[in-house]
């Protein structure tokens, strides 16, 4: 039976076999029996890692250590309010960096920085994720919405229907205002050329 550690782009932890390309973490969210409490999170330094870091192997969910999560790909996640860690994924993390600097002005910010922005961007007081409106036309590719209760990516002129396996149906993109499920400072980084890691389906 699958554990509950699969994450969409609602941000919701859900119970599915499919594993995607990147882990991640919260922290420690499961109890002994590999079972997820109440919280969502237990810090606000929400990560992308890769799936094997250094040959770091253990059972999954293992007492005192993090829960691990798993996206689909990096546009997934992001759309979770997750950022590239910085210590498996150095290169996406500065890039990632460098494109929230051009969107927002000034130097790189550091890790903690991000964190406390993405976290004020991302959930409600009562746990919600926020959400915010706009054209598809005008977002970039890599950008998460919501239309009719299910996820769609935006890529290259179209939305594609997001699956735990990977991407379905495409359509064109409406004219009307959507749900965004990205998180604002993350489409301002989207927008000033971070390039997110997205699952081969998409192409195929």
Request: proline share 9%; glycine share 8%; with cysteine.
């Amino acid at each position: 039976m699958p554990l509950q550690n699969r994450v969409t782009p609602f941000g919701e932890i859900v119970a599915d076999p499919a594993r995607g390309l990147f882990m991640g973490n919260r922290g420690i969210l499961h109890d002994e029996a590999r079972q997820l409490g109440r919280s969502r999170w237990k810090h606000p330094n929400w990560i992308i890692c890769r799936l094997d870091y250094r040959g770091t192997k253990r059972p999954l969910m293992s007492p005192g250590a993090y829960t691990e999560l798993f996206f689909l790909d990096e546009a997934t996640a992001l759309a979770a309010g997750h950022r590239p860690c910085a210590l498996c994924r150095p290169d996406a993390f500065r890039q990632f960096a460098a494109s929230w600097a051009q969107g927002h002005g000034g130097q790189p910010p550091s890790a903690k920085a991000m964190d406390a922005a993405l976290h004020a961007a991302r959930v409600t007081r009562d746990r919600q994720q926020v959400r915010t409106r706009a054209a598809p036309a005008t977002l970039p590719d890599g950008v998460m919405i919501e239309q009719s209760g299910a996820p769609w990516l935006i890529w290259q002129g179209r939305r594609h229907l997001w699956r735990f396996e990977g991407y379905g149906d495409s359509a064109p993109l409406d004219e009307g205002e959507v749900t965004v499920l990205t998180p604002a400072p993350t489409l301002a980084a989207l927008r000033h050329g971070y390039a997110p890691v997205l699952h081969p389906t998409l192409r195929a």
